[in-house]
């Protein structure tokens, strides 16, 4: 079983004086920030050594109050909004000189209500998003004229409700990220295209998505200020595995704002509250985890992607969740694996019988890569009750799953301290598929049955020659959580 690691690893932090908002990439890989606190940009090279600086505060011609977006264009201008009480976006040529202001409708269009970021193509057309307008606003990049504008603030797909970033894609089109958790995408004159995303902490799911790139090979980033993490799609929008978490630490973030890809893969993302931009590379290593049983198949635990099909990504080659289920795709395991290195798991054994409602895994920990404690799904049979789960620490196989198993415990939902181990246990529903299933945390191995079953307490035995009697509305409550039986009325 091939499993892919494309992995995000950090190389290096860039120190900003005040807090880095927006950021811009030139022909050159050059990398362009704007300084929110205190109102100027900076320009970098692709090793973080500043190339030089300009803009003070002010109203005037080359002053800022609270820059923000940033663009730069093919021929080396840069355009920059600002968000203070400007409300404006300035052009300069590649030596810092100032060339022209827009502000909105001076030039054509409307007056801007926070122009949060910009974007400009190859056709010469400026892309200034204007947020609290819940539009985008375009001009010529060569006298400021306006052009057009499209975006209106609905729940429909293609509505705004807090467009937060803007970027240009290689064939024109514009992908905006949007504070409603999903990015937008619309052709070069305004027509809505798709969208994708969804509110939510799981693979391709946003909480806060701040900003937008495309990189040359068509894959797109997305930074998340909630979550302090990077998400990557791919050129068809495809999750792949994001990357960071919130503190202070090199790979984590505290509201990154922007990111940019330079034409090697090398990602430079604004981290907005540690004052700094870091810079991390993509490794292309290709490890795998082999050797599992015929009868097993090992998924990304997230959105039941297989590792065949897609690989993982992590941050540093370190570690992934995955999850074990059987050829009926019922949930076995989830397990934390380190992929730094060939998974050798011809040991490691696993079953689950929705039928019987029991589950068992076999040397999964001490297996290489993996970790110390497993999760159990023990799944519950259809259209029964259960109370309580029977959890056999000592199992390898699902015949030795039994309420009389050795050192056996029943235990209902809870956290408990075992002679085996610290675990939850929690009856979970909807995970990833339609199954109900007692979950159990914090184990070391072990199988488990469903258990303490609702049980009908009429008379009758609920043949067609004998039924149930019906008889109080305790019993037709019965009969409604003991769905199996075969009752007759």
């Keep these: 079983m091939q499993a892919s690691v494309p992995a995000a690893s950090w190389v290096q932090n860039i120190a900003i004086a005040g807090k880095p908002n927006g950021m811009a990439i030139d022909s050159s890989g050059n990398i362009y920030v704007t300084d929110y606190d205190n109102h100027r940009v900076y320009k970098y090279n692709g090793t973080g050594t500043l190339l030089g600086q300009f803009g003070t505060y002010g109203t005037g011609n080359g002053q800022f109050n609270r820059p923000e977006g940033i663009a730069v264009d093919s021929s080396g201008n840069i355009y920059v909004t600002e968000t203070g009480s400007n409300y404006r976006v300035q052009?300069?040529?590649?030596?810092?000189?100032?060339?022209?202001?827009?502000?909105?409708?001076?030039?054509?269009?409307?007056?801007?209500?926070?122009?949060?970021?910009?974007?400009?193509?190859?056709?010469?057309?400026?892309?200034?998003?204007?947020?609290?307008?819940?539009?985008?606003?375009?001009?010529?990049?060569?006298?400021?004229?306006?052009?057009?504008?499209?975006?209106?603030?609905?729940?429909?797909?293609?509505?705004?409700?807090?467009?937060?970033?803007?970027?240009?894609?290689?064939?024109?089109?514009l992908l905006i990220s949007d504070t409603d958790d999903k990015v937008l995408k619309f052709s070069p004159t305004g027509n809505f295209l798709t969208v994708f995303g969804s509110s939510g902490t799981l693979v391709g799911q946003f909480l806060s998505p701040t900003n937008v790139t495309v990189d040359s090979t068509g894959q797109v980033w997305v930074t998340d200020g909630s979550q302090n993490k990077v998400l990557p799609f791919t050129s068809s929008y495809q999750p792949l595995s994001p990357f960071g978490s919130s503190g202070t630490g090199n790979g984590q973030f505290s509201d990154p704002t922007d990111i940019v890809v330079n034409s090697s893969g090398e990602i430079f993302v604004a981290d907005r509250s540690n004052y700094r931009i870091q810079k991390f590379n993509m490794t292309g290593l290709n490890y795998q985890i082999s050797n599992v049983g015929s009868n097993l198949d090992i998924v990304y635990s997230y959105d039941y992607r297989s590792l065949e099909a897609t690989g993982l990504s992590g941050i540093n080659n370190a570690a992934a969740t995955v999850r074990i289920i059987n050829d009926d795709g019922l949930a076995i395991s989830d397990v934390v694996v380190n992929i730094t290195a060939d998974r050798d798991w011809a040991s490691v054994s696993a079953d689950s019988d929705r039928a019987t409602g029991r589950a068992v895994v076999s040397n999964l920990i001490g297996a290489p890569g993996a970790a110390v404690t497993h999760t159990l799904y023990v799944p519950v049979p259809v259209g029964r009750t259960s109370n309580s789960v029977f959890i056999c620490p000592n199992a390898i196989s699902l015949v030795d799953v039994t309420d009389s198993c050795s050192g056996g415990v029943e235990r209902t939902a809870g956290s408990y301290t075992e002679p085996f181990g610290n675990i939850d246990v929690s009856l979970q529903d909807g995970v990833n598929d339609d199954v109900q299933y007692w979950m159990i945390s914090g184990l070391t191995g072990s199988g488990a049955l469903a258990y303490d079953f609702v049980e009908y307490s009429g008379a009758g035995s609920g043949t067609a020659f004998d039924p149930y009697v019906i008889t109080t509305c305790n019993e037709l409550q019965e009969m409604k959580d003991n769905r199996v039986a075969n009752y007759i009325l």
């Design 91 to 173: 052009k300069f040529n590649s030596s810092f000189v100032w060339q022209l202001t827009i502000t909105g409708a001076a030039n054509g269009g409307e007056d801007f209500s926070l122009p949060q970021d910009v974007a400009v193509d190859n056709a010469g057309q400026l892309f200034v998003m204007d947020s609290w307008n819940y539009q985008i606003q375009v001009f010529n990049t060569s006298d400021g004229a306006f052009i057009r504008k499209f975006g209106s603030r609905s729940d429909s797909p293609s509505g705004f409700q807090w467009p937060s970033g803007i970027a240009v894609d290689g064939s024109g089109n």
